[in-house]
């Protein structure tokens, strides 16, 4: 694998910063929820009560069946497991779509290639760097659960298997940059295949079946860092890893530069009058980003809706899980309002995605062309925003209708599906507020739109974790997502929802502004 080293070296130097950002956001956003729970749950007694509050099978379907929940660090691998189940496959599938498919999109891997390199070597290259980022968010979350009072060796445990569950979906990432033509289409099977994680583990779990083997989610939870250690279970993920990896390799060194093993048929010898126009292009950028959270957030909100009936047993049978779920008259409306914010937390991922992409569009020489047209620059980004907020009102509608179908055949109880839908769509302007940080940054700091990653990132953590973790009032009023109320418990907040409007409008604006002073390309 000639030239292996030296393809490293230009990515270490071309991503270490984006790389480093993940590390810290996963190691600070872990170690802060240990410290946090080591504050609040500090004696035995109230070890319990939580693992009381959180039993039952209802609330096993959202973050796992964690082994030794009325421990300290089973109460931190419940907290975390959502935020974990999403964070760490993004980070790896992330990583490895920019440093594979991306860079050949671009044009940039050809010109590397054209030296004394292998062609094998840039998708090793891109995992041994992802490999490193790994071992670092392993170390990092190992220490930092250490310093907080887990035992050192099942700190170490829990670490290991996030990091091994991260080294599972960026094999799969560079197998896929060799099977598709985009990237975007990478992250897009990539978050379906983490949907469909998400439903086999939860699904397995609550029924017992043995197929919850299949999903790489269960495998976190199998080793049972806090219960019965199993450090056998890692060879699983590690082995996946190792095949996927082989299979990556081995075709990259066989197929053309440029191709694809799976593509589409010719196209049509004319495009089509939609195509021709801002919009249709829009629409087709963003198509594969849209499918692949919309399948993640319709698979999430079915399986929560269909436990639902659950829910309802679990809260009439334990006063704990009633204080918790069911402060109002409906007994499933506290856990629907948590699976509501959770869609929400998945729709800034897609929003922040999808505006990150004109980014590349100007990069990658690609807009230019478009503005020396008849499009403008403030039609040209007003139709991507247009097309993008119209793609997060149809994930966060149709998520949260299909969660309200699936709650109303799970209890037999019709009368909530208005409430649920509202209280999604209510989700949007904080939604939007978080992708007019990514406008913002798009017109003001081109260079600086990777960032809206940390503001997704901080907005996940203050949203999941800061109510149950007792944050204070100024860091939960950081999150534009406790703004909106907390639907269908209660009434949608009408004026926060306004506000946000307004924030939201104001940052696109300033994004506009921005941008259509500034110079094309930039940085």
């Known amino acids: 694998m000639t030239g292996l080293g030296a393809v490293v070296r230009v990515r270490l130097r071309t991503r270490w910063r984006v790389a480093l950002v993940w590390v810290v956001a996963v190691v600070g956003s872990l170690v802060g929820t240990a410290v946090s729970v080591a504050g609040l749950y500090d004696t035995p007694e109230k070890l319990r009560s939580y693992a009381d509050a959180v039993a039952g099978d209802a609330l096993v379907a959202v973050n796992g069946r964690v082994e030794g929940i009325g421990t300290l660090g089973g109460v931190v691998q419940d907290e975390f497991g959502f935020v974990a189940a999403l964070a760490l496959p993004l980070l790896g599938v992330s990583l490895v779509a920019a440093m594979t498919r991306r860079e050949e999109e671009s044009g940039r891997l050809e010109a590397l290639l054209a030296g004394r390199v292998d062609r094998r070597a840039p998708v090793a290259a891109s995992l041994v760097v992802v490999s490193a980022a790994v071992v670092l968010v392993v170390l990092g979350s190992a220490g930092g659960m250490a310093l907080a009072g887990i035992p050192p060796a099942r700190a170490t445990l829990h670490a290991a298997s996030l990091g091994a569950l991260a080294l599972v979906f960026a094999c799969l990432a560079s197998l896929l940059a060799q099977l598709v033509l985009h990237a975007r289409t990478v992250s897009a099977i990539s978050l379906g295949v983490l949907a469909a994680s998400y439903v086999v583990r939860g699904v397995g779990d609550v029924r017992g079946w043995w197929l919850a083997w299949l999903s790489p989610l269960t495998w976190v939870e199998r080793a049972a860092p806090f219960g019965r250690p199993r450090w056998w279970v890692l060879a699983v993920p590690l082995l996946v890893s190792a095949a996927l990896a082989g299979a990556a390799v081995l075709v990259a060194g066989r197929r053309d530069l440029g191709a694809a093993l799976v593509r589409g048929g010719a196209g049509p010898a004319r495009a089509s009058r939609l195509l021709r126009h801002p919009v249709g292009l829009a629409l087709a950028l963003h198509r594969s980003s849209f499918v692949g959270w919309l399948a993640g957030a319709v698979a999430l909100a079915a399986v929560m809706g269909a436990l639902a009936s659950d829910v309802v047993a679990a809260v009439r049978g334990n006063p704990g899980v009633e204080r918790l779920l069911a402060p109002g008259d409906r007994p499933a409306d506290g856990f629907l309002s948590v699976v509501l914010l959770y869609l929400a937390v998945l729709a800034t991922g897609y929003v922040v995605q999808s505006l990150g992409a004109l980014r590349r569009e100007e990069t990658d020489g690609r807009l230019e062309p478009q503005l020396v047209g008849t499009v403008g620059r403030l039609r040209w980004l007003g139709v991507h925003v247009g097309v993008v ?117 104001g940052l696109v604006a300033a994004g506009m502004a921005g941008f259509r002073r500034r110079t094309v390309p930039s940085g």
Do not use: K, N
């Open 389 to 505: 907020t119209a793609g997060l009102v149809v994930l966060l509608g149709g998520s949260s209708l299909v969660l309200a179908l699936a709650t109303a055949w799970s209890t037999g109880d019709a009368g909530g599906v208005r409430p649920i839908v509202v209280g999604g769509l209510a989700y949007v302007p904080a939604v939007l507020v978080v992708g007019g940080v990514a406008v913002a940054l798009l017109g003001l700091l081109p260079r600086a739109v990777p960032a809206a990653w940390a503001v997704v990132g901080v907005v996940a953590v203050v949203a999941l974790l800061g109510p149950g973790l007792r944050m204070p009032g100024w860091l939960l009023d950081l999150s534009p997502t406790m703004h909106v109320g907390d639907p269908p418990v209660g009434a949608v907040a009408v004026g926060g929802v306004v506000g946000l409007t307004l924030v939201a409008a």
